[in-house]
């Protein structure tokens, strides 16, 4: 049965989080990517694109309220409800973000930057039909963008298809080759098909092109530690950290694989 799963989010929150000691970030918010389905009892989710990275909790209310005030002076603008939207997604709240880039997608239908932005927030929101169909018309075949591709890939990722969803991360690297959020998204999908070498592999692509991202990172030592090298997941998620937020790393990816282990051992019963 499809699931709808959160945990690597929470670790790659925690990453930033190492990273950055002295904030308290909210998760990131995502099917980001990420989530979906259950792999050996891992938990991880690909990412939709231009979705909002971890913030402070008080730079997120500071957006919504920032943005929502020039939304609410002009309704109409497409480009404020565009940003509002995009910063309620950074807040969290999933619901509003929809109502918002819904209303302005009805109200200006010929703008592909707003349907885009819906259904980003659509699949945020855990409607991954309705977003897959909205990204459909986000652009077109004479004119594809390899974001809305990666990210209608990643929204078939939740529904289980993976074959489809690889075939979209495809297209998108004929446009982009090498994009490392691409890569990462491939990589996450041959993990969740349980292609853990397959995932290691294209995960190591992406992060060779953009090895400071703290998501690819979390990604690829998340893969590697479930395959039982733990030691070489360690190195590489606290790679370039100072100590204390590289054992703040480590002790979090410990959690991970360790609860992931507790899962199986569960299921074997």
């Not at 991880?44 to 913030?55: I, P, Q, R």
């Not at 994009?179 to 993990?191: A, H, R, T």
């Not at 991202?213 to 893969?223: E, G, S």
Request: proline share 4%; glycine share 8%.
């Amino acid at each position: 049965m499809f699931q709808r799963l959160h945990f690597p989010l929470r670790f790659v929150s925690a990453l930033a989080s190492a990273a950055r000691p002295a904030l308290l970030l909210l998760a990131l918010c995502s099917c980001q990517t990420t989530s979906t389905a259950d792999i050996a009892g891992a938990d991880v989710t690909g990412a939709l694109g231009e979705s909002a990275d971890a913030k402070h909790p008080g730079d997120s209310r500071r957006d919504v309220e920032s943005y929502g005030e020039r939304y609410r002076a002009n309704p109409d603008d497409a480009d404020a409800a565009l940003q509002y939207g995009k910063a309620l997604r950074g807040a969290g709240q999933r619901a509003q973000a929809v109502a918002v880039l819904e209303k302005a997608t009805l109200a200006h239908p010929a703008n592909r930057a707003l349907k885009a932005g819906y259904g980003r927030a659509l699949a945020d929101n855990g409607d991954f039909e309705q977003a897959f169909d909205v990204l459909s018309h986000a652009h077109t075949p004479e004119d594809p963008d390899w974001r809305i591709l990666s990210a209608q890939g990643a929204v078939l990722d939740q529904l289980g298809r993976y074959d489809d969803a690889r075939r979209y991360y495809e297209s998108a690297l004929k446009i982009a080759p090498d994009e490392p959020s691409v890569l990462s998204n491939l990589g996450l999908s041959y993990l969740l098909a349980k292609d853990l070498p397959k995932a290691e592999e294209t995960l190591r692509r992406a992060y060779g092109r953009a090895g400071s991202d703290l998501r690819i990172r979390a990604n690829l030592a998340l893969v590697v530690g479930l395959q039982g090298r733990v030691a070489e997941a360690e190195t590489i998620v606290k790679a370039g950290l100072p100590p204390d937020q590289a054992a703040a790393s480590v002790a979090y990816l410990r959690q991970i694989l360790s609860r992931k282990g507790t899962q199986r051992a569960d299921a074997g019963k």
